[in-house]
């Protein structure tokens, strides 16, 4: 249904009169009454419940508040197998009300926290009991397509994934039941592996001709459509995703930073993050969606995970961080009993709490419907050899997560206040702020100017920062040809001499030759770099 943003109150009323089968009115976020009328519109046709309203249409007023929103995201969580829903404010003349959408299931159905499944018809909500019941749960059942049998026998299972995979839940691999522990887990029915069995147990593309059944990743040097270099990975689903991330972070590297007389590898991105968004990507895409592989594409400032399939009800984007569903769940199960995913609910924290522990930007999510893709940055507030100056601020002083990027804008020369401290530490408490700057200054991290509402806080005199920070690019350039007439310089050298990172070096050669004022000898990793006399 599609809304608008804003009504007059005469056509509101001319396009919502009263309620119908797929329109609710109520006054209050009642967590029995919001789910109730969620789960009868998501099995009938779908609908909107607006809040706000009594029941004969007048209109109370409300707003979407942070207390509404989380009482309404409360009422509609605590359903199951809810279809999507999203939250929305609406402007009707002077006052505002909560529009709630909700949207059909394709699949299955929807219950009640309390286990009641309700459809829609009129304007009420209608309790489904008996042999009623039963005919709606039997036209509505789901078969996930993991669950099929296949056509693959119990015995035709690789003995060697299926003792990793056994090994992995405990099971004896001798005690005569092991069909019984794999009928148990959803990898077997009756004598044959389900899809999911064949998938972990066998190469898929073999056993079930699935030839999209694949991992393929593609690294692009620019932002074309060409790539330069790709790779597909099959087998196994656990081999796949252990292999493909492996590759991934290989390929990504890490950057080199010298600080001091220290020599920091700072992986580009974090390897945890790597394996979940591969993890998720094939533990939850659509494996009837046969003719899309899984795509990773490496681009040169982010890694692009593209998975078949959309999310699974109820999740959006916007809830997928507290809601949960998983299409795949046999499938999850033992990725994460390989240690190759994380514990239900965790994967979308722990990459993004890994994202921005490791100074980077935020992961992005989209869903086409067709595809979910997660885009990783490769960048983040800082730079590669900020971080590394960092790094060595953490090995040396113990500074706390929470305090590096203040310590990286002291060393950008900014005078820290109080409310620069506040925004950099996401809170709006200038107490916490206050007491972050002092704790640095009182371990001389930081020096303090001036007091209460005029204190300025500015790196300490006894910290430097790597000659990269202090010099300006035409002198950066200097060192380098300096370094360059007395003998022929790689990449690695100038890294060494200034505390760039390698991108940065790169560019700051390519500059010099450019000018002709280096001559390079060589591409690539085996290029050199000599001054002109």
């Not at 309203?53 to 979407?64: E, H, K, P, S």
């Not at 009129?122 to 489904?128: D, I, K, Q, V, Y």
């Not at 499938?331 to 239900?344: F, K, M, N, P, T």
Request: with cysteine; glycine share 8%; hydrophobic share 40%.
């Amino acid at each position: 249904m599609d809304l608008l943003d804003s009504y007059t109150p005469g056509s509101f009323r001319h396009a919502f009169p009263v309620e119908t089968t797929e329109v609710e009115f109520k006054s209050g976020t009642g967590v029995n009454p919001i789910g109730e009328a969620a789960v009868a519109l998501s099995n009938t046709n779908g609908g909107v419940i607006f809040v706000g309203l009594d029941d004969n249409g007048n209109i109370a007023g409300r707003r979407l508040d942070q207390g509404t929103n989380e009482q309404l995201n409360q009422a509609l969580l605590a359903c199951h197998e809810l279809g999507r829903y999203s939250i929305s404010q609406i402007e009707v003349g002077s006052q505002h009300l909560v529009a709630v959408q909700v949207a059909k299931r394709a699949e299955g159905f929807a219950q009640t926290s309390n286990g009641r499944v309700l459809v829609r018809r009129g304007p009420r909500n209608h309790a489904l009991l008996g042999t009623e019941l039963f005919s709606f749960i039997s036209s509505r059942a789901l078969q996930r397509f993991e669950s099929v049998p296949s056509r693959v026998l119990i015995e035709q299972a690789d003995r060697e994934l299926l003792e990793e995979v056994g090994s992995a839940k405990g099971w004896s691999m001798t005690d005569g039941h092991l069909s019984d522990r794999l009928r148990e887990r959803g990898l077997a029915r009756e004598d044959r592996l389900t899809v999911a069995g064949a998938l972990l147990l066998t190469r898929p593309g073999d056993s079930l001709e699935l030839r999209k059944c694949v991992i393929e990743v593609r690294r692009y040097r620019g932002e074309g459509v060409n790539y330069d270099r790709r790779q597909v990975f099959d087998g196994p689903l656990h081999d796949q995703v252990r292999d493909a991330s492996r590759f991934i972070s290989d390929e990504l590297g890490t950057d080199l930073i010298v600080s001091g007389v220290y020599r920091y590898d700072l992986p580009r991105l974090p390897e945890v993050v790597v394996r979940e968004a591969v993890a998720n990507a094939v533990a939850h895409r659509s494996y009837e969606h046969d003719r899309s592989a899984t795509i990773v594409e490496l681009r040169e400032d982010r890694v692009v995970v593209r998975s078949p399939g959309g999310l699974p009800e109820p999740v959006t984007v916007e809830t997928m961080r507290a809601a949960q569903s998983a299409r795949n769940p046999i499938i999850i199960e033992v990725l994460r009993s390989l240690s190759l995913a994380e514990d239900a609910g965790r994967g979308i924290d722990v990459m993004q709490d890994s994202m921005r522990d490791a100074l980077l930007d935020a992961p992005a999510f989209e869903d086409s419907g067709t595809f979910v893709t997660v885009t990783l940055p490769l960048r983040g507030p800082i730079t590669e050899r900020e971080r590394g100056w960092i790094s060595e601020l953490e090995r040396t002083y113990a500074v706390e997560p929470h305090e590096r990027l203040i310590m990286i804008h002291a060393a950008r020369g900014e005078a820290l206040t109080n409310a620069l401290a506040r925004d950099l530490l996401g809170t709006t408490d200038s107490t916490e702020a206050r007491a972050v700057l002092q704790g640095l200054r009182d371990r001389q991290l930081l020096s303090q100017t001036g007091q209460r509402s005029a204190a300025r806080y500015s790196l300490h005199p006894r910290l430097t920062t790597p000659a990269a920070y202090r010099l300006s690019q035409q002198e950066l350039a200097q060192m380098v040809l300096e370094a360059a007439r007395e003998r022929d310089i790689v990449n690695a050298d100038v890294r060494q001499i200034t505390g760039l990172t390698g991108l940065e070096a790169t560019k700051l050669l390519n500059q010099l030759v450019t000018t002709g004022q280096l001559l390079r000898t060589g591409v690539r990793r085996g290029a050199r770099y000599s001054a002109f006399d």
